[in-house]
């Protein structure tokens, strides 16, 4: 079975550029989340989607990043402007969805922004 | 709020030795807990996870960990570490949120493996 597929692994943009990070989630997992990590750090939820609803975007910073996922499998998650803070890995998981479940996890977006 | 501590940032065992790594936790009712595994340039992998129950928890890669509520931890231990085990160690709580658990993680624990 294949994993949470996630691309580019690698983007490097000059700053005040846009960008966007794809996912495709485990095929049946309803559930999709979108986690920024910063070196040195662990995962910090952006958004989570319940098929194609966005439940939880409270920590997505509104301004600049966006996220959809139409159809309600994959996702795509955007920044536009990058600003140099923004240079992360960015991970996408997805689960079957219910308290319980295990989120696995792909394999991340590094970003680098000059 | 939820919070995880893992206070150690970095460490370094010998190969075959036993380890044991640290992660506390601050959460107001009965927490669900995580450790996950990251290899460089990979995803996340999930080790184990308590929900209920048995306080020694059994995972993968002969991995166990113990809750102790009254001491707010749950850390993570192997008997003997093998050379493969090198990457960095992450602990989570998780909240239940409507129909999934929102997981807060701690900062990571980064093992090093000496032959």
Known sequence: ?114 | AQSVTQPDIHITVSEGASLELRCNYSYGATPYLFWYVQSPGQGLQLLLKYFSGDTLVQGIKGFEAEFKRSQSSFNLRKPSVHWSDAAEYFCAVGVLTGTASKLTFGTGTRLQVTL
């Open chain 1, 1 to 114: 079975e294949a994993g949470v597929v996630q691309s580019p692994r690698y983007k490097i943009i000059e700053k005040k550029q846009p960008v966007a990070f794809w996912c495709n989630p485990i095929s049946g997992h309803n559930t999709l989340y979108w986690y920024l990590q910063n070196l040195g750090q662990g995962p910090e939820l952006l958004i989570r989607y319940e098929n194609e609803e966005a439940v939880d975007d409270s920590q997505l910073p509104k301004d600049r990043f966006s996220a959809e996922r139409l159809k309600g499998v994959d996702s795509t998650l955007k920044i536009q402007p990058a600003e140099l803070g923004d240079s992360a890995v960015y991970l996408c998981a997805s689960s079957l969805g219910g308290a319980y479940s295990e989120q696995f996890f792909g394999p991340g977006t590094r970003l680098t922004v000059l």
